[in-house]
């Protein structure tokens, strides 16, 4: 399965959806199949290797850049890395590139999803975490997402005043390294 890009470091949204309904299983909480998301894509799509990395080699070979839309509802509300509020929006940017997911790494978000269980995730992540948020909707009532590289808080008070129940650290393996 397409589960990781070819021209970019990052996996694609068939590879978050599984690392989440693992996340899912673990916490013992619903999950959604993917009949429960539209899917969207974008062809011609070429990633970090190429633009960030310069691979030029790659660039004979564009890829289809696919997203899943969640059909739930759901309230993303994005913050600075000090958790000041900034804006209101959904979880996906129009961008053409993996910064399509959350707006990329420069925002902490959090996700009120309409799901009454008690249940509060906070997702550290890198950016291979960014394309998770869309799957964790059916299990939490709220998702928050931080990047690690860049939230200024204290991480066990945060969880404190927010009431998190579920930790999900979500790393590159080079991250770990």
Request: proline fraction near 2%; hydrophobic fraction near 40%; charge should be negative.
């Amino acid at each position: 399965e397409y589960i990781y890009a070819k021209t970019d470091h990052h996996w694609m949204a068939l590879g978050a959806y599984y690392a989440a309904e693992a996340l899912c299983k673990e916490a013992g909480v619903e999950f959604d199949s993917l009949d429960r998301f539209t899917a969207n894509s974008l062809d011609g799509f070429l990633g970090s290797i190429v633009t960030g990395y310069g691979v030029k080699e790659l660039e004979k070979y564009p890829e289809t850049f696919t997203w899943y839309e969640p059909t739930r509802e759901y309230t993303a509300y994005y913050y600075s890395q000090n958790y000041d509020f900034k804006f209101e929006g959904t979880l996906f940017s129009t961008a053409k590139t993996y910064s399509k997911f959350i707006h990329g790494d420069s925002y902490a978000v959090r996700v009120e999803t309409g799901v009454k269980n008690g249940r509060k995730l906070l997702v550290i992540k890198d950016s291979f975490g960014n394309a998770l948020a869309p799957f964790l909707l059916a299990g939490f009532e709220e998702v928050y997402v931080v990047d690690y590289r860049k939230f200024n808080c204290n991480v066990l008070e945060f969880i404190e005043e927010n009431g998190i129940t579920v930790v999900s650290l979500n790393l590159a393996a080079f991250s770990v390294a």
